[in-house]
Nanobody, 115 residues
Framework: HVQLVESGGGLVHPGGSLRLSCTAS????????IKWYRQAPGNQRDWVAS???????NYVDSVKGRFTISRDNAKNTVYLQMNTLKPEDTAVYFC?????????WGQGTQVTVSS
């Protein structure tokens, strides 16, 4: 049974930082690309960043230079380090994995950037 659990969200002032975690179970974690998405109220769920099994990283333009995705295969965990946060980063953040063409999502973690 594949399961993803996100954590690390919270309330932060503009310019602040947070580190999100996504811990997976039920898969051979090191073999899979993991992606982060976010969804603001009333908006669709948008891709933010991804990391492949080989460690290659990609980001949406709006977070380049501010967010860093990384993975610790020994802990079955992917991280999203978010720096210089802006109010427009406010959203629920989800991690995602695709296993044999089936998409799995975590439950999400709320990030609120507000003064």
């Amino acid at each position: 049974h594949v399961q993803l659990v996100e954590s690390g969200g919270g309330l932060v002032h503009p310019g602040g930082s947070l580190r999100l975690s996504c811990t997976a179970s039920g898969i051979i974690f090191k073999d899979y690309t993991i992606k982060w998405y976010r969804q603001a109220p009333g908006n669709q769920r948008d891709w933010v960043a991804s990391i492949t099994s080989g460690g290659s990283q990609n980001y949406v333009d709006s977070v380049k230079g501010r967010f860093t995705i990384s993975r610790d295969n020994a802990k079955n965990t992917v991280y999203l380090q978010m720096n210089t946060l802006k109010p427009e980063d406010t959203a629920v953040y989800f991690c995602r994995v695709v296993v044999y063409a089936r998409v799995y999502w975590g439950q999400g973690t709320q990030v609120t950037v507000s003064s």
